[in-house]
T-cell receptor, first 109, second 114 residues
Framework: EDQVTQSPEALRLQEGESSSLNCSYT??????LFWYRQDPGKGPEFLFT???AGEEKEKERLKATLTKKESFLHITAPKPEDSATYLC??????????FGKGTRLSVIA | DTEVTQTPKHLVMGMTNKKSLKCEQH?????MYWYKQKAKKPPELMFV???????INESVPSRFSPECPNSSLLNLHLHALQPEDSALYLC?????????????FGPGTRLTVL
């Protein structure tokens, strides 16, 4: 069965304290790995798509990387406005997306 | 433009009511999706439409009835819902339903069933 596991479940950072969120996946034939940001009561906002091991993508303070077993979302010098739930999802071709449970990030000023 | 719009933003309904949720996209996407999301849980797939035809129904109860009138519009008709159906209902679209295309989500409709 395809599975996506995110860790930690929750993360509390001081403003400027860099860290990484982990997404490990067990899917047969990964076709794409997606990162989304979700604010409370709102729809997920697309961040990155990664297609193959070794691929990296960056946007402002965020950088996503992909290996054959996991993906990392690195947050450099986070600000309070980066507080949100970050969702990882894998496309294996069986169903469109298999979501992880998310990491709830709080950045304290 | 990667915008998916959903109306209404909030909906409160009784268990005997009939209501509809609406979703619209103008990105030329041929796949559209309905998800249900409970608090502190990831989105849960309900239906997938590909080229205006229902391609996936994730064993959703018949009190939820999807409709795709054209390639830009997706509706979800609601009838005789239960309080446990209260959730955030998300619509998404992608270029195709296969091929690892990015799904873009709408803002959601917050549904409360009394």
């Amino acid at each position: 069965e395809d599975q996506v596991t995110q860790s930690p479940e929750a993360l509390r950072l001081q403003e400027g304290e860099s860290s990484s969120l982990n997404c490990s996946y067990t899917v047969s034939g990964l076709r794409g790995l997606f990162w989304y940001r979700q604010d409370p009561g709102k729809g997920p906002e697309f961040l990155f798509t990664l297609y193959s091991a070794g691929e990296e993508k960056e946007k402002e303070r965020l950088k996503a990387t992909l290996t054959k077993k996991e993906s990392f979302l690195h947050i450099t010098a986070p600000k309070p406005e980066d507080s949100a739930t970050y969702l990882c999802a894998a496309d294996s071709g069986n169903t469109p997306l298999v979501f992880g449970k998310g990491t709830r990030l709080s950045v304290i000023a | 433009d990667t915008e998916v719009t959903q109306t209404p933003k909030h909906l409160v309904m009784g268990m005997t009511n009939k209501k509809s949720l609406k979703c619209e996209q103008h990105m030329g996407h041929r796949a559209m999706y309905w998800y249900k999301q409970k608090a502190k849980k990831p989105p849960e797939l309900m239906f997938v439409y590909s080229y205006e035809k229902l391609s996936i129904n994730e064993s959703v109860p018949s009190r939820f009835s999807p409709e795709c009138p054209n390639s830009s519009l997706l509706n979800l008709h609601l009838h005789a819902l239960q309080p446990e159906d209260s959730a955030l209902y998300l619509c998404a679209s992608s270029q195709e339903a296969v091929g690892a295309d990015t799904q873009y989500f709408g803002p959601g409709t917050r549904l409360t069933v009394l």
